[in-house]
């Protein structure tokens, strides 16, 4: 009888570990969204760290987008550009003109104030080109300033964003329908030291 209760034990063990790690990673996945390429430039500044992949409900791609932006202060530490925000649209249920959108937006700087919404007249936003000031060695440095974003209707968007440092190449063009993600790279608050915020950026596009 011993040997039976043991046996049974066990058993019931083993299923409840292995059907505990399966629930784990449907959760995982069911959160995600296929992309077909991802969108990087070359100008990129590479202090603080990558946030999180944020991705467009399926369905829906970036068709505006928005800014979070520290105006210049004087003699203080400037920060510039602290984040972005892609509104995502599905264009086939849109009508008059009139956007029902859902925000989505990666790791944003601490920083500044969001900016008006910019929106493609048709399409969806297909690459993008960052204005980027290097490193000021003992000066402020502030690195990502500003972002352009082309449309698929051939239209070119430019961000309310802030003027030091200079345009940089454009990424390549999305294979797929349009840009569908976003994900920064961020520099946390330094305390005392050269606040910079928003580096870097990626997009991810999908079918």
């Known amino acids: 009888m011993h040997h039976f209760f043991s046996m049974m034990f066990s058993l019931l063990a083993i299923i409840g570990h292995v059907s ?3 629930a784990e990673g449907r959760s995982e996945r069911s959160i995600d969204r296929y992309y077909r390429s991802e969108l990087t430039v070359s100008n990129g500044m590479s202090w603080g760290s990558w946030g999180f992949r944020s991705m ?9 987008f928005s800014l979070k932006v520290e105006r210049p202060i004087g003699r203080g530490d400037d920060t510039a550009l602290n984040g972005i925000r892609l509104h ?3 264009r086939s249920k849109e009508s008059s003109g009139v956007h029902d959108y859902t925000s989505i937006e990666s790791d944003v700087g601490n920083w ?4 008006d919404i910019k929106w493609c007249h048709s399409g969806h936003l297909t690459s993008f080109q960052l204005r980027v000031e290097s490193s000021q060695g003992k000066g402020d440095d ?3 300033n500003n972002i352009r974003f082309t449309c698929s209707g051939g239209e070119v968007l430019e961000g309310d964003g802030t003027d030091w440092g200079n345009w940089g190449n454009w990424s390549p063009n999305c294979m797929g329908k349009g840009i569908c993600g976003i994900k920064t790279r961020v520099e946390g608050s330094q305390g005392r030291g050269d606040d910079t915020a928003l580096n870097d950026v990626r997009m991810f596009c999908c079918d």
């Open 20 to 22: 505990s790690r399966p």
């Open 56 to 64: 467009c409900p399926s369905g829906t791609y970036a068709a505006g």
């Open 88 to 90: 995502c649209v599905d």
């Open 112 to 115: 500044g104030d969001w900016t």
């Open 142 to 144: 502030t690195a990502a």
